[in-house]
């Protein structure tokens, strides 16, 4: 299987105490979540204790990245809190740290769904931003894995999601999507498509295709989600 084979691939990796942190970066809709929940899991059944926790809740609030003028860029470097990301992944070698979390539903960082962690065996972090300058050495990751797929596989995964949370929205006045329930399900297509080009494209062309180079792993994924391939860069 694949996930053994990164598996064997990541255990030369793992220093010699402490938290192994694992990163799982790549584009915007690449399947970040759904990959470290399954990669969790293989890991689960032979190092203890797992832990994931995702960049977005690094994100600043909506509120602030409103007053800097880039809410509509939400996802570039600049907005997220960096030296949160940093104390944390410090912090969690040596003692309890409390992971921040965001809520796609309602588009922004919830504070209820924080959550405190002691001193895992594995880490594994999971988002943008990882291994980007504005983050800091590369030593708060002892691994980077990179998932990448075709930037048509990518647009058809994200258009989807978002019609997936338009869709639910319907009955939930609370959900960012709500305001777009006046729209056609075309015109809620198009919106996706124009926000997939605009803002998660140009943010993986510009920002998160350069962590590539400097992962540990690349996973090449296949239209149906599937790792076809997992090399160095």
């Not at 894995?145 to 258009?159: C, F, P, T």
């Amino acid at each position: 299987m694949i996930l053994d084979d990164i598996v064997l691939r990541l255990a030369p990796l793992r220093p010699p105490a402490g938290p192994f942190v694992i990163g799982v970066t790549g584009s915007v809709a690449v399947g970040k979540s759904t990959f470290a929940q399954q990669l969790a899991e293989r890991l689960g059944t032979g190092v203890g204790a797992v832990e994931i926790a995702c960049t977005d809740g690094f994100l600043m609030p909506n509120a602030r990245l409103e007053a800097l003028g880039l809410l509509g860029q939400k996802g570039i470097p600049a907005t997220y809190d960096h030296a949160a990301l940093r104390s944390v992944l410090t912090g969690v070698r040596t003692g309890p740290v409390k992971i921040p979390a965001y809520s796609h539903v309602i588009y922004d960082v919830d504070p209820s769904l924080a959550r405190r962690i002691d001193p895992p065996q594995v880490l594994l972090v999971e988002g943008l931003t990882l291994r980007h300058p504005d983050t800091g050495p590369p030593g708060l990751l002892d691994a980077l894995i990179y998932l990448e797929a075709d930037e048509a596989d990518l647009e058809r995964w994200y258009v989807a999601r978002f019609l997936q949370l338009w869709e639910a929205a319907e009955h939930d006045p609370t959900s960012f999507y709500a305001r777009f329930r006046g729209m056609t399900r075309e015109q809620t297509d198009a919106l996706a498509r124009m926000v997939w080009r605009d803002v998660n494209l140009k943010n993986l062309h510009d920002h998160i295709v350069h962590a590539r180079p400097l992962a540990d792993l690349v996973a090449r994924k296949g239209p149906d989600h599937a790792i076809l391939s997992v090399s160095p860069p």
